[in-house]
C-alpha cells in the first residue's frame, strides 16, 4: 500500500498553548507534515513541549523553527504578531504558506504583511475553537473537528495557496470558510468578541456586590452565571489584545448592545410581558440553530455529566421502622 503524501514537508508553530499544540497533536495525527518544529517564548513551555513529544524538534528562538518550513503558523496573541513577522521575514523559505490563528484578522494583516518577503504566500487564518484552559497540556488533537476555521487571504493572494491551506484545516477535522479580514472582525465582534466583553463584566459585578458574599456567588452559581464564569476564565492577555486590535468592531457591537439592553430595561420598567415574551422566543430560536447546524449539543444541560442518585439509606425519622 502506498503512503498517502503529506500536505506539507515541514511545520513550524510560533506559540504551542491551546491552539498551536493542538495544531501540533492533530496535524501529527493525521500525517498532514512530514515533521514539526515548535517554539515558545517561555524557556518552560519549550521543556513542557519536548516532554509531551508533540513537536518533533523544539528551538530557541522563532527564527530558527521558520528555517525550511513551508508552511508557518504563529499562535501567539494577536498583540504581538507584528514583531514575530519582522523577526522571522528574512528566514522564511521561498514558496512557505505563513498563517496564524488569532481571532482578529484586520491587526494581523496590517501588523504581519509589511515585514513579509515578496517570495512567500500570506493566509492569516482562524480557527473558531478553544476552551477556557491554555498552555501545552491544555490542547488535543479533536479540538477542531467540526468547528470552522476562517481563511482571511490578502487582495492577490495565490489561490492555490489558500486553497492548500484550507485541505489543511479540513484534514484536521474543521470546516473553512473564507471572507475578507474586516468582514471576518465584525462577525466575532458579535459572535466572540462581545460575549467574552459580557461574560467578564458580569463576574466582576458579581465579584463587586457588597450585599452578596463572594462564597455566595460560588455556592449557588446557576447555570448561566457558571457559563459565564467559564468564559471569563480565558487567557487575559489574549483578550486583552483582541479587544485592542478590534477596538472598531467591538465597540459598533457594544453600542448595539447597549440599545438593546435599553429596551429590555425599559420593557422590565413598564411591565411590558408581550415585549419581553417575544424578544426571549426570537433568541431562543438562534440557539436552535446554533443546535441544529451541529454547533452545539441538544442534551440536556448542555450534555454536562451527572453523578448517580446516592444509595444511601433514608435519614431514620423517615426509615421503616424495624420489626
Given at each position: 500500500?502506498?503512503?498517502?503524501?503529506?500536505?506539507?514537508?515541514?511545520?513550524?508553530?510560533?506559540?504551542?498553548?491551546?491552539?498551536?499544540?493542538?495544531?501540533?497533536?492533530?496535524?501529527?495525527?493525521?500525517?498532514?507534515?512530514?515533521?514539526?518544529?515548535?517554539?515558545?517564548?517561555?524557556?518552560?513551555?519549550?521543556?513542557?513541549?519536548?516532554?509531551?513529544?508533540?513537536?518533533?524538534?523544539?528551538?530557541?528562538?522563532?527564527a530558527?523553527?521558520?528555517?525550511?518550513?513551508d508552511?508557518?503558523?504563529?499562535?501567539?496573541?494577536?498583540?504581538?504578531?507584528?514583531?514575530?513577522?519582522?523577526e522571522?521575514?528574512?528566514h522564511?523559505?521561498?514558496?512557505?504558506?505563513?498563517?496564524d490563528?488569532?481571532?482578529v484578522?484586520?491587526?494581523?494583516?496590517?501588523?504581519?504583511?509589511?515585514?513579509?518577503?515578496?517570495?512567500?504566500h500570506?493566509?492569516?487564518a482562524?480557527?473558531?475553537?478553544?476552551?477556557?484552559?491554555?498552555?501545552p497540556?491544555?490542547?488535543?488533537?479533536?479540538?477542531?473537528?467540526?468547528?470552522?476555521?476562517?481563511?482571511?487571504?490578502?487582495?492577490?493572494?495565490?489561490?492555490?495557496?489558500v486553497e492548500?491551506?484550507?485541505?489543511?484545516?479540513r484534514?484536521?477535522?474543521?470546516?473553512?470558510?473564507?471572507m475578507a479580514?474586516?468582514?471576518?472582525?465584525?462577525?466575532?465582534?458579535?459572535?466572540?468578541?462581545?460575549?467574552?466583553?459580557?461574560?467578564?463584566?458580569?463576574?466582576?459585578?458579581?465579584?463587586?456586590?457588597?450585599?452578596?458574599?463572594?462564597?455566595?456567588?460560588?455556592?449557588?452559581?446557576?447555570?448561566?452565571?457558571?457559563?459565564?464564569?467559564?468564559?471569563?476564565?480565558?487567557?487575559?492577555?489574549m483578550w486583552?489584545?483582541?479587544f485592542?486590535?478590534?477596538?472598531?468592531?467591538?465597540?459598533?457591537?457594544?453600542?448595539?448592545?447597549?440599545?438593546?439592553?435599553s429596551?429590555?430595561?425599559k420593557?422590565?420598567?413598564?411591565?411590558?410581558?408581550?415585549?419581553?415574551?417575544?424578544?426571549?422566543?426570537?433568541?431562543?430560536?438562534i440557539?436552535?440553530?446554533?443546535?441544529?447546524?451541529g454547533?452545539?449539543?441538544?442534551?440536556p444541560?448542555?450534555?454536562r455529566?451527572?453523578?448517580?442518585?446516592?444509595?444511601?439509606?433514608?435519614?431514620k425519622p423517615?426509615?421503616?421502622?424495624?420489626?
Amino acid at each position: 500500500m502506498s503512503k498517502i503524501p503529506t500536505l506539507f514537508n515541514r511545520l513550524a508553530l510560533i506559540g504551542t498553548g491551546l491552539i498551536g499544540s493542538s495544531i501540533a497533536r492533530a496535524a501529527k495525527a493525521q500525517g498532514a507534515t512530514g515533521s514539526i518544529v515548535a517554539t515558545a517564548r517561555s524557556p518552560a513551555t519549550r521543556k513542557r513541549v519536548a516532554e509531551l513529544g508533540i513537536a518533533d524538534q523544539v528551538v530557541e528562538t522563532n527564527a530558527a523553527a521558520v528555517e525550511g518550513a513551508d508552511l508557518v503558523i504563529v499562535s501567539i496573541p494577536v498583540g504581538a504578531c507584528g514583531a514575530v513577522a519582522k523577526e522571522i521575514g528574512p528566514h522564511l523559505k521561498p514558496g512557505a504558506i505563513v498563517s496564524d490563528a488569532g481571532s482578529v484578522k484586520g491587526s494581523v494583516v496590517r501588523d504581519m504583511a509589511p515585514h513579509l518577503p515578496k517570495h512567500v504566500h500570506f493566509v492569516p487564518a482562524h480557527p473558531v475553537a478553544g476552551t477556557e484552559y491554555s498552555g501545552p497540556d491544555a490542547g488535543f488533537a479533536e479540538l477542531f473537528v467540526n468547528r470552522w476555521c476562517i481563511l482571511t487571504p490578502p487582495a492577490g493572494t495565490d489561490p492555490k495557496a489558500v486553497e492548500k491551506l484550507a485541505a489543511f484545516w479540513r484534514l484536521l477535522g474543521a470546516n473553512v470558510e473564507t471572507m475578507a479580514p474586516d468582514h471576518h472582525d465584525l462577525v466575532l465582534a458579535v459572535t466572540s468578541h462581545l460575549p467574552h466583553l459580557i461574560a467578564y463584566t458580569i463576574v466582576g459585578t458579581a465579584d463587586e456586590l457588597e450585599t452578596v458574599t463572594r462564597s455566595e456567588v460560588l455556592k449557588f452559581s446557576a447555570g448561566g452565571f457558571r457559563d459565564f464564569t467559564r468564559i471569563a476564565a480565558s487567557d487575559p492577555t489574549m483578550w486583552r489584545d483582541v479587544f485592542l486590535a478590534n477596538k472598531d468592531a467591538v465597540l459598533e457591537m457594544l453600542g448595539r448592545f447597549n440599545e438593546d439592553i435599553s429596551a429590555l430595561t425599559k420593557a422590565i420598567r413598564r411591565d411590558d410581558g408581550q415585549a419581553l415574551h417575544e424578544h426571549f422566543a426570537r433568541t431562543r430560536a438562534i440557539r436552535k440553530g446554533i443546535v441544529d447546524i451541529g454547533q452545539d449539543s441538544a442534551a440536556p444541560d448542555f450534555g454536562r455529566p451527572h453523578p448517580d442518585l446516592p444509595h444511601s439509606a433514608l435519614p431514620k425519622p423517615y426509615a421503616a421502622e424495624e420489626d
